[in-house]
């Protein structure tokens, strides 16, 4: 039986719970095509403010994808090539590149493929009984260069390639210290964390939002910011959600932002 990506919203906040009851909530090949689905959906739904990202229960954020269907989706290196490029780095890059802000929220088990969406999340909340790795090189296969983006651009070279070549797996405050997490909470405080970050980030203007994240991503890329870029920066100058929030300070009162 396969696995399911839940979803489910609070006003503003949406949230995306994988489910694999039976694996740990391990990703097999459905769960990578519906996650990508439902973030592909979240990206053109301008009422979200935030996603919170979560695994069912509390033993395990994801355990790695489906180890148990490796031998018949990647039987040959067409398939191999389908599989991780078509399924998983697509969802993977529908989760780095979705313009609304993402929390994942880690309990439990954080380890290979659940690692990998966890990286390309903007926060990353974990418990302190959390723990992180992918230990694949005792499997004898690597990672899918596609599927690696998201984690190099979170922590560099050099802590990735100490998570890959050593395949050790790091405690929630390790996983701190070396850049993988936002921060770490008491084990039950995790969801509510989360929450409250989602929240926080939900009451500031949506297109601002929505702008860092591109500005972010942009910065990381080595070249100059040409001048229409500069000038595209100013673009909250015409926007409702400006013009509130400037008279709402004035006004000594909290900004209603409308996301125009």
């Known amino acids: 039986m396969s696995g399911e990506i839940l979803f489910s919203s609070d ?3 949406a949230t995306l719970t994988l489910s694999n009851a039976d694996k740990l909530n391990a990703i097999d090949s ?11 959906g979240i990206a053109a739904t301008p009422e979200l403010r935030c996603v919170v990202l979560r695994g069912a229960g509390d033993k395990a954020f994801a355990a790695g994808g489906d180890i148990e269907e490796f031998l ?24 780095r590149t979705c313009p609304i802000p993402t929390v ?30 992918a230990p694949i090189n005792r499997l004898g296969f690597s990672m899918y260069p596609g599927e690696m983006a ?3 651009e979170l922590v560099g070279p050099a802590v990735l390639l100490e998570i890959l070549l050593e395949g050790r797996i790091l405690g929630a405050r390790e996983a701190l210290q070396k850049g993988l997490l936002t921060r770490v909470t008491d ?14 980030i939900a009451a500031g203007a ?22 229409d870029e500069k000038r595209a920066a100013f673009a909250f100058l015409d926007t409702d959600d400006y013009r509130e929030g400037m008279d709402a300070f004035f006004a000594k009162r909290a900004p209603r932002f409308s996301g125009r």
């Open 72 to 95: 018949t989706v990647r039987a040959t290196v067409d398939d191999a090539l389908h599989y991780h490029d078509t399924l998983v780095a697509a969802a993977l890059d529908a989760i």
């Open 11 to 13: 006003g503003a906040i």
């Open 150 to 152: 998201g984690l190099l």
């Open 30 to 40: 459905a769960m990578w095509v519906a996650l990508r689905e439902a973030f592909d």
């Open 187 to 200: 084990d039950e405080q995790v969801l509510d964390e989360a929450q409250s970050s989602a929240a926080r």
């Open 206 to 227: 949506p297109l601002v939002s929505r702008w860092h994240k591109q500005w972010v991503h942009r910065l990381t890329q080595d070249r100059p910011l040409s001048l």
């Open 104 to 133: 994942a929220a880690i309990q439990g088990a954080c380890i290979g493929g659940g690692l990998e969406i966890a990286g390309c999340c903007d926060l990353r909340i974990a418990g302190e009984s959390a723990r992180f790795g």
